[in-house]
């Protein structure tokens, strides 16, 4: 198994809330969004490569999910953020007449809980630092379909958690006008953990007023991790468009 690149555009509603009773900020996110796939699969027959684009995705694509949730306390906050996908393809082989077609089933579920302090809060920007750990499970199945040669199927699946570290940064350019970043990096190969994992995000907002916003930006996450004895490179790229509600928690 060599290589997962999930391609995604998504579109976010965010629904803030803020108590004054408790001094606690609430923030909801939920994503709509279109994927692309290119995967490069090792079998005892050689390798499968498949490619799912955005033109294929409504076939191909049989469940997804895309969201995050924050609550904050003064200068501490807590985020979720959660990514689910189940996406299928269909290829011609690249093993002559031994078998005439590839299906292969990936489904990934990555879910990541922080906790950040606000080490910097001014009208220059806000920046937070912190730490968490990221579940991720990983499910592979190859079915090739037989011509000379009997049908057979091959499965790769696991789950592992990773440590990260974490850092955001939100800075006004104007009165309306905003950028945000955020990057963590872990698992750095402790116990059954990723050898590498980290993300990036890099975005820009505009503030229509004290309620709604909208932000695009632009997020690579990257793992780095050995399934079932072989080497996986997972890259998930995703262009992100929201707009949604602004509240007193900065998403993202």
Aim: glycine share 12%; proline share 4%.
């Amino acid at each position: 198994m060599k290589r997962i690149a999930p391609l995604v555009l998504s579109t976010l509603i965010c629904t803030p809330a803020f108590s004054q009773e408790t001094g606690w900020s609430y923030s909801a996110s939920l994503y709509g969004w279109f994927s692309g796939l290119d995967t490069s699969v090792d079998t005892p027959f050689g390798e499968v490569e498949t490619t799912l684009d955005f033109s294929d995705v409504w076939d191909k694509l049989d469940m997804a999910f895309f969201g995050s949730f924050e609550a904050r306390h003064g200068r501490w906050g807590f985020i979720g953020d959660l990514i689910y996908s189940d996406l299928g393809s269909k290829e011609d082989t690249p093993f002559g007449t031994l078998f005439k077609e590839a299906k292969l089933q990936t489904s990934l579920t990555l879910f990541t809980g922080y906790a950040v302090y606000r080490v910097s809060d001014t009208p220059q920007a806000q920046v937070d630092i912190g730490g968490g750990l990221r579940g991720n499970h990983l499910s592979i199945d190859v079915d090739l379909k037989g011509n000379l040669a009997r049908d057979r199927s091959f499965s790769s699946s696991e789950s592992w958690v990773d440590p990260v570290i974490a850092a955001r940064l939100r800075v006004p350019f104007s009165e309306r006008w905003f950028g945000a970043a955020f990057a963590d990096l872990g698992g750095f190969g402790i116990g059954d953990a990723s050898d590498l994992t980290w993300q990036a995000f890099a975005g820009v907002g505009y503030r229509f007023n004290e309620t709604w916003s909208t932000q695009l930006g632009y997020r690579y996450l990257s793992i780095d991790k050995t399934l079932d004895g072989n080497d996986v490179e997972l890259d998930l790229y995703a262009l992100r468009a929201p707009a949604g509600r602004h509240g007193p928690v900065l998403t993202g």
